[in-house]
């Protein structure tokens, strides 16, 4: 963007006014000096011409810069017999602008051209304007215009792709239900490599698997005493074994702290199937590894 240079309170003269809405033209002029700012065109107005106000609202600089002179109410001497209705824009130098000034007079153009809703064919240079007769300018407005309206256009707007998404939200989206059902549709719903898809399954089986997985029962349900029983032993260790071995479906009965026959043929069951080489019918280390295995 051009810097605006705002002279606009020193400019000369300024004082003939005109709506705003009056202006249907712009008109582009050069400066036909090879070089100068405005106030040295000011200087050739006042002393060589006269002139009480000065010809251009703005002038672009040979750096690019603009000089803004005028409030566009204000009507300039820019093109005889077209003032009121014409923002006059000029660009230092008698020929073809730079190419700074060229992209400062498109910047301008287009700016002002939507500021004063003006119609591309009232965009023009000086001499295209009847009765007229100079060479001012030597750039081609209408290129000029067309450039703009190319600079106004909004960047076509690339067909933006979506953003990819992370296995993470593919995963929740799946278990939403939003691919359908099966991997080979959730595949094709999604859109993604085998190897994409995988990562992708792997995390849907996590979650599932840590949502409907019932809570871990909790361990050692049933305690089991170390050490030896046998008929005749009692208390709590018996009746840890004998919770233990209702548990396991070898059935003791009533949980009373006895050791008695019961148990111990509760006992030998259990080892029969679990202990063939040891059927004794008395607890011990073997056995309460054993029946640990079942229970707990
Ligand atoms: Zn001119």
Request: proline share 4%; charged share 30%.
């Amino acid at each position: 963007m051009a810097k605006i240079i705002d002279r606009r309170n020193k400019s000369m003269g300024g004082g003939s006014k005109r709506d705003v809405s009056r202006i249907k033209n712009i008109a582009v002029h050069y400066s036909a000096t090879k070089d100068g700012t405005s106030t040295s065109f000011e200087r050739f107005w006042k002393n060589d011409r006269g002139w009480v106000t000065g010809g251009y609202h703005e002038v672009v600089l040979l750096d690019g810069n603009v000089e803004l002179n005028y409030d566009p109410n204000v009507i300039s001497n820019g093109v005889k017999n077209h003032n009121t209705a014409t923002y006059n824009i000029c660009y230092v130098g008698a020929g073809q602008p730079n190419a700074k000034q060229r992209k400062t007079l498109v910047e301008r153009i287009a700016y002002n051209k939507k500021r004063f809703n003006v119609a591309d064919k009232n965009i023009k240079g000086h001499r295209e304007f009847s009765g007229a007769s100079t060479q001012c300018p030597a750039v081609n407005v209408a290129d000029l215009v067309k450039e703009s309206n190319q600079s106004n256009k909004p960047a076509a707007s690339k067909p933006s792709k979506p953003k990819k998404k992370t296995v993470a939200q593919m995963a929740t989206e799946v278990i939403a239900g939003k691919h359908g059902e099966g991997h080979p549709a959730r595949k094709k719903s999604l859109g993604i490599s085998d190897a994409e898809y995988a990562k992708v399954r792997a995390e849907v089986n996590k979650r599932l698997g840590a949502k409907t997985s019932k809570p871990k029962p909790a361990k050692n349900r049933y305690p089991l005493p170390s050490g030896v029983l046998r008929v005749g032993s009692r208390g709590e260790g018996v009746k840890q074994l004998q919770r233990a071995l209702n548990a396991a479906n070898f059935k003791v009965g009533a949980v009373d702290g006895i050791y008695g026959p019961k148990v111990k043929d509760a006992v030998e069951r259990f080892q029969s199937v679990h202990d063939a080489y040891n059927i004794d019918g008395i607890y011990g280390k073997r056995t309460k590894v054993r029946l640990d295995k079942v229970v707990n």
